[in-house]
């Protein structure tokens, strides 16, 4: 299960759906991001921090440079 999941789970929302529309996501988008096939936009991420103020950002997502981008 994503960390996303498990924080909705945490706040008794039950289904991706009912998670999407807390975070204001279409529940397409919350399912690409959960099963890793899209990166989430910072748009997403604050979206997310609204919606869970408490929630910490770094258990939640991982920062990655584009391929190509040295530290």
Same mark, same amino acid.
């Given at each position: 299960? %994503?960390?996303?999941? /498990?924080?909705?789970?945490?706040?008794?929302? $039950? @289904?991706?759906? /009912?998670? !999407?529309? @807390?975070?204001?996501?279409? #529940? +397409? +988008? *919350?399912?690409?991001? +959960? +099963?890793?096939?899209?990166? #989430? %936009?910072? @748009?997403?991420? !604050?979206? &997310?921090? &609204?919606?869970?103020?408490?929630? %910490? *950002?770094? !258990?939640?997502? $991982?920062?990655?440079? #584009?391929?190509?981008?040295?530290?």
């Amino acid at each position: 299960m %994503s960390k996303l999941r /498990e924080l909705g789970r945490a706040h008794d929302i $039950t @289904t991706d759906a /009912e998670l !999407a529309r @807390t975070i204001g996501v279409d #529940p +397409t +988008t *919350l399912y690409r991001i +959960t +099963t890793g096939r899209v990166s #989430p %936009s910072g @748009t997403f991420v !604050a979206q &997310v921090k &609204v919606a869970f103020p408490s929630a %910490s *950002l770094d !258990a939640l997502f $991982t920062a990655q440079l #584009p391929t190509g981008l040295v530290a």
